[in-house]
């Protein structure tokens, strides 16, 4: 079938909004497996997770539920993605059917009477109080507290006589997600970015997605997969998501480190750059990761002004630049896409390994935290073994000088010369 017309034709009056004949199979529950409380839905980006789970959920208003739930990552998140997005509830079924959002209550109004209460996972108090029919709980994996939000939804999920809920995510492998991979209760599908690739545009497919493809963060952001932690990596995700959280402190000092490419030109390796400041003293001492502004330059003056426009954005204190391979030019290029940064010049003198442990040692006393989602950067963080098989680990590198400097630098002489 060609275009919405020619469905028509064949579907006249509500028949055009009926879900179940316009979803692929992965976006709709097994109809042979009824004995679910959890469908969890992993799919890649852009793989029609959120259209899965907003038909759902409408679907649940319309056969009686009441009273239903949805979290999102931050209310912003629930309202642009769940609510209002192209996908959200208050674009798909029939209109006449569709909710209102009173943004002042975080609260939907089907015109049947049902009433949907809106969640941040950044609140899990919130939830405390309410009780459900249904629940869509979505971008699990990315919520900070997740176990115990996680906790509070299920208390809720009450009334009715089968109270179910929906989980629309990309996986990522923590704890959470293996136990509702393990549960008997717990319904999967799964979905990737390109059996949604009628939707998509072409671009993302032919320029990013092609760029990915092979590595361990194509397999879960394109095919929606559980990456599982590699043996002998310096991060574990488990770190990682620990780390993270939404904003920053004010700081005491922010630098841009620099991890330049031995060669330019088109075949050159990606130039890493890594902003990160750090505030508190002593053992409160922390470093936040505020930026990866890593670029594939075709030349050096490209990334030189990639640098200098991130340390002018964020109000960066110093400039940290490897010269192992570029020597003086690597000043230079810097100089002379701003004269007046202060540089300082790093040499590594110990390998990659060595340098990267005590700042992984950071992560684990969570004296590190990453000010939002860093996916290429915590790919080659997860993926860093040390044995040499890795692509050179560019982001990591400079993410290595950053952190050096801010938090180690007075302990780590002999892995840094200050030139």
Known sequence: MSSLDDFEKIAPGNAIYDWTLWARDDQLPDPQKTDWTTWLLMGGRGAGKTRAGAEWLAAQVRGGAARVALVGETYEDAREVMIDGP????????????????????????????????????????????QFEAAWADELCKWRQAEQVWSNLQLGLRLGDRPRQVVTTTPRSMPLMKRLLADRRTLVSRATSFDNKAHLAEAFFTEIASTYEGTALGRQELYGEMVEDRAGALWSWQMIEAARIANAPPLDRIVVAIDPPVTSGPDADECGIIVAGVAGEGAARTAYVLADGTVHATSAAMWAERAVALYHAHGADRMIAEVNQGGDLVEEMIRLADPAVPIRQVRATRNKMVRAEPVSALYEKGRVRHVGEFAALESQLTAFTGTGREKSPDRLDALVWALTDLMLGHQQQPAIRVL
């Open 87 to 130: 996908s959200g509830l208050c674009a798909i079924g029939n209109p006449a059917e569709r909710p209102v959002y009173e943004a002042s209550r975080h609260r939907l109004s089907w015109p049947s009477g049902a009433i949907g209460h809106v969640f941040s996972a950044e609140d899990p108090e919130g939830l405390r109080g309410f």
